[in-house]
Structures are given as structure tokens and as C-alpha cells.
T-cell receptor, first 113, second 113 residues
Framework: ETGVTQSPTHLIKTRGQQVTLRCSSQ?????VSWYQQALGQGPQFIFQ???????GRGNFPPRFSGLQFPNYSSELNVNALELDDSALYLC????????????FGPGTRLTVL | DAKTTQPTSMDCAEGRAANLPCNHS???????VYWYRQIHSQGPQYIIH???NNETNEMASLIITEDRKSSTLILPHATLRDTAVYYC??????????????FGKGTHLIIQP
């Protein structure tokens, strides 16, 4: 158990809809990173939040957006869902000064029909 | 960040040491070697990291060659619960990790009873 929680566990949406995924960080961690993992692939970095601002971003379009709250919890929002957005979405928390030592949640499985 | 090369899969007998190799021949002097693993349907789990010296913790040992072009993760007494995909990641740790972690395909380690 890492202390990182994600909700919901599973989600089914249809193409064109919008979705919000949530993540609670491990106690003492101030940085949150989000990853997308397609079936059979390694996780891909979406973006990272620190001090409530986007701190870095991978190769994902603007319809992927996020928020970080004062308690360091975070949301990932995806607009205009596409079939290829079907994946496991992982959240990871860390301390800024050890940002590559990340503790992952169990993920949210998103299916887009 | 430097690219890593790992075998696609490996087998190991339960109770024996599992030695997982990783090549990172283009690693820079300030880049770290990180190991994560992902058990089926779970989020990745941090195992260990190092810069130059060998490292050991309660989970594993990390041996980095003197030229730093390769490393080996050692699970000293493998159990069935160690069956997972193991990812070797090289990261500079700059910018508070704002570039995220770059996961490849990893090594699927199967522990045989």
C-alpha cells in the first residue's frame, strides 16, 4: 500500500463525453504526476503538478488537463473522449526534492465506447 | 534521458536469486538508474535507485557497472509474488522530475514454483 488512492476504480464513457478522475496523494508528498497506460504498454507521462500548477507535460493534447488542490490531491480531466483514450490512468505522488521516486495509486480503468 | 534496453522476459525458480539486466550505454554523468515493477493490474511500485555506487534495500540490490553503461537488479530470494514486469528507467531528476518517468516495455519476470 502506497497511501495513494484513486477514484473511481472503473469507468465507462462514450465517445465525445468528458471525464474527471481523482487522486489523493500520500501524506507529506507535494507533487502529483499522471500517466496513461494502454493495454500491453508501459505507462506514458501525461503531466505533473506542483504547487497547484502544471510543472511539466508529456506528448498529450490540450484536451487532457488537470488540477492540483491545496491539500495536494489532484484531478485529471479529459474532454472529447476518443476510443484510443481507453486505458489505465495512473496517478503518482512524490516529494519535489525526490520527484523521480514516485508512489503510484492502483489506477482508474477507463473504457470509451 | 538515456534509453534503456532490457530482455523481454525471464524465468527464475522460486527461492533462487533473480538477476535482471539493463543496458543504458548513453547514460550521462548526472543521470540516475531507477527500477520499478508492476504486478498485474496494479500500479507500478518503486524498488530502488542509484547513481554510481551499488545500493541495497529491503526489496533488492542494484549493481551498477563501473562505466555505468549497465546495471543489474537482484532479487535475492525470489517468491511467486515477485512475478511482475520490471522497468529500468534512467532519469536526470532535473526540474523536480517535471519530465516524468519514461517507461519502456520492461522485463516480464516469471517466478516458477
Amino acid at each position: 500500500e502506497t497511501g495513494v488512492t484513486q477514484s473511481p476504480t472503473h469507468l465507462i464513457k462514450t465517445r465525445g463525453q468528458q471525464v474527471t478522475l481523482r487522486c489523493s496523494s500520500q501524506s507529506g508528498h507535494n507533487t502529483v504526476s499522471w500517466y496513461q497506460q494502454a493495454l500491453g504498454q508501459g505507462p506514458q507521462f501525461i503531466f505533473q503538478y506542483y504547487r497547484e500548477e502544471e510543472n511539466g507535460r508529456g506528448n498529450f493534447p490540450p484536451r487532457f488537463s488537470g488540477l492540483q488542490f491545496p491539500n495536494y490531491s489532484s484531478e485529471l480531466n479529459v474532454n472529447a473522449l476518443e476510443l484510443d483514450d481507453s486505458a489505465l490512468y495512473l496517478c503518482a505522488s512524490s516529494r519535489r526534492e525526490y520527484a523521480d521516486t514516485q508512489y503510484f495509486g492502483p489506477g482508474t480503468r477507463l473504457t470509451v465506447l | 534521458d538515456a534509453k534503456t534496453t532490457q530482455p523481454t522476459s525471464m524465468d527464475c525458480a522460486e527461492g533462487r536469486a533473480a538477476n535482471l539486466p539493463c543496458n543504458h550505454s548513453t547514460i550521462s554523468g548526472n543521470e540516475y538508474v531507477y527500477w520499478y515493477r508492476q504486478i498485474h493490474s496494479q500500479g507500478p511500485q518503486y524498488i530502488i535507485h542509484g547513481l554510481k555506487n551499488n545500493e541495497t534495500n529491503e526489496m533488492a540490490s542494484l549493481i551498477i557497472t563501473e562505466d555505468r553503461k549497465s546495471s543489474t537488479l537482484i532479487l535475492p530470494h525470489a517468491t511467486l509474488r515477485d512475478t511482475a514486469v520490471y522497468y529500468c528507467i534512467v532519469t536526470s531528476g532535473k526540474g523536480g522530475g517535471a519530465d516524468g518517468l519514461t517507461f519502456g516495455k520492461g522485463t516480464h519476470l516469471i517466478i516458477q514454483p
